[in-house]
């Protein structure tokens, strides 16, 4: 019903080498947020998508919100070692956040 | 502003105990949720407070509980503590309300809770 289904579980990518995670849902969704753990750390939020279609850049990060509001993703050009953790699209519903499993992404310098 | 705290930051307890777990939120924040992750489940939602009432509660046995105070800081109780308990517990803090009743979250570094 609520849950938000993610993939890939794991990507290894050579440094330089692209990223992308894939995020969907049965229903529609209001809105979606993304995190990011790194390995020992807490989920820190990256950026929330609202409107269908939304695109948003930060740097070497893009995301984008589906036409129809039940699927987004996050692209990271040109990894760095930087980008080591897992990355979690999240829906938001009034205090209750939603995980999906999350794609660990591990990044070979 | 400081951020989320949360003590402690680590546990260990015997099974059948019971632990009690700490949040301070952001200074304005009145929003606290409260998630167990784990390896083979990842971040489940437990429960969240707004305003020192439970307004949603995500699907964990009775033993897990919470309140909240009138300072918006949480606990959270584990009563009859399993060896499938041990997890990293994370609270999250936000405004709660209004416009920003669905902005981001900002998460203490955890409690990480081992039951032999």
């Known amino acids: 019903g609520q849950q938000v289904m993610q993939i890939p579980q794991y990507q290894h990518v050579q440094e330089g080498e692209d990223f992308t995670t894939y995020c969907n849902s049965s229903t529609t969704l209001s809105n979606i947020q993304w995190y990011k753990q790194r390995p020992g750390g807490h989920p820190v939020f990256l950026i929330q998508?609202?409107?269908?279609?939304e695109v948003k850049k930060q740097k070497r990060l893009t995301f984008q919100f589906g036409e129809a509001k039940k699927n987004s993703s996050l692209h990271i050009t040109a990894t760095q070692t930087t980008d080591v953790g897992t990355y979690f699209c999240v829906r938001s519903n009034t205090g209750k956040l939603i995980f999906g499993q999350g794609t660990t992404l591990q990044v070979k310098p | 502003k400081a951020g989320v705290t949360q003590t402690p930051r680590y546990l260990i307890k015997t099974r059948g105990q019971q632990v009690t777990l700490s949040c301070s939120p952001i200074?304005?924040?009145?929003?606290v949720s409260w998630y167990q992750q784990t390896p083979g489940q990842g971040l489940q939602f437990l429960f969240e407070y707004f305003s020192e009432t439970q307004r949603n509660k995500g699907n964990f046995p009775g033993r897990f509980s919470g309140r909240q105070f009138s300072n918006s800081r949480s606990e959270m109780n584990v009563s009859t503590l399993e060896l499938g308990d041990s997890a990293l517990y994370l609270c999250a803090s936000s405004p709660g309300q209004g416009a920003h009743v669905n902005t981001e979250a900002f998460f203490g570094q955890g409690t990480r809770l081992t039951v032999v």
């Open positions: 200074s304005g924040h009145r929003s």
């Open positions: 998508l609202v409107k269908s279609g």
